[in-house]
C-alpha cells in the first residue's frame, strides 16, 4: 500500500496542533518567560513532520531531539526509579482541596448554597483549596490546614480541578477523589477540637492524612497524581 505523505500529514495534523498549541500558552506564563530550550521527547518526537512543525511554529526556541526520543522517557522513568533524588521538585498539573463550609455573607455568596450548620448560616461545598494548579512544589512537600468538625463524624471530601481558583466544589471540572471519616469526641464542644488534614506530596503520589489532635485518631489515602 502507498500512502502518499501530503495525506498521512492530515492524519496527525490535530494532535501536533494541540499539543504545539498548549506549550504556547504555556509559554506565555510570566514564571516561563526564560525558558529558551526545549527537549522533545517521546514516540511523537521521532517523526520529521513533528519536528518540522515544533521548528517553524516555536521559532525562536532551540529544539532538541535526543537520540532515540522514544525510549528517552522510558529511560527518564527508569534513573528516577533507581535514584528519586534527581527530580526536586514538579509543577502542579491540577488544584487539590476539600470540600469545606464558611460563614454566609449576604447579598454575596449564592442562596441556593445557605445551610443552617450549628445555629450558623454557612455556604455549603466551598473549594477549600490546598495547592493550586500551575503551582512548583519540592518533593515530599507537606501543606497542612486545621479544621473545626461540625458533626459526630467528620467527613473529609478531597478534590480536584484543572483551574487555578476554584470557588465550589460543584464547579464544572471539579472532581472527587476520596472521602475520608473521622469520628470526633463526644466529650468536648465541637469548637474545642480540631482536626488536622495535610496533603503530602511525593514523585508521582498524593498523601493525604487527617488526624484528630484531641483523639489521636488517624486515617489516611494515597492517591495517583498520574491519574
Not at 122 to 149: L, M, Q
Not at 164 to 193: I, M, R, V, W
Request: hydrophobic share 35%.
Amino acid at each position: 500500500m502507498r500512502i502518499e505523505s501530503a495525506d498521512a500529514e492530515a492524519w496527525f495534523e490535530k494532535p501536533v496542533s494541540n499539543i504545539i498549541g498548549h506549550i504556547q500558552s504555556l509559554l506565555q506564563q510570566d514564571k516561563m518567560n526564560d525558558i529558551n530550550t526545549l527537549l522533545l521527547v517521546g514516540g511523537f518526537g521521532e517523526s520529521k513532520y513533528v519536528q518540522a512543525r515544533f521548528q517553524e511554529e516555536l521559532a525562536g526556541k532551540c529544539l532538541i531531539v535526543p537520540k532515540e526520543p522514544g525510549l528517552a522517557v522510558l529511560k527518564g522513568a527508569v534513573l528516577i526509579g533507581h535514584n528519586p533524588g534527581k527530580v526536586t521538585s514538579r509543577v502542579m498539573v491540577y488544584s487539590y482541596g476539600l470540600r469545606a463550609y464558611k460563614n454566609f455573607v449576604e447579598n454575596k455568596d449564592p442562596i441556593e448554597k445557605k445551610v443552617l450548620v450549628n445555629d450558623v448560616w454557612k455556604v455549603d461545598d466551598v473549594f477549600n483549596v490546598y495547592i493550586k494548579a500551575n503551582e512548583e512544589v519540592t518533593v515530599d512537600k507537606e501543606i497542612s490546614h486545621y479544621h473545626t468538625p461540625a458533626t459526630n463524624i467528620s467527613t473529609i471530601d478531597v478534590y480536584r480541578t484543572l483551574s487555578e481558583k476554584p470557588e465550589y466544589t460543584t464547579d464544572p471540572g471539579c472532581e472527587h477523589l476520596c472521602s475520608l471519616e473521622l469520628k470526633n469526641t463526644d466529650n468536648l464542644a465541637f469548637k474545642d477540637q480540631k482536626i488536622k488534614v495535610t496533603f503530602m506530596f511525593g514523585n508521582t503520589e498524593l498523601l493525604v492524612k487527617v488526624y484528630h489532635t484531641v483523639t489521636g485518631k488517624e486515617e489516611m489515602q494515597i492517591l495517583d497524581c498520574l491519574q
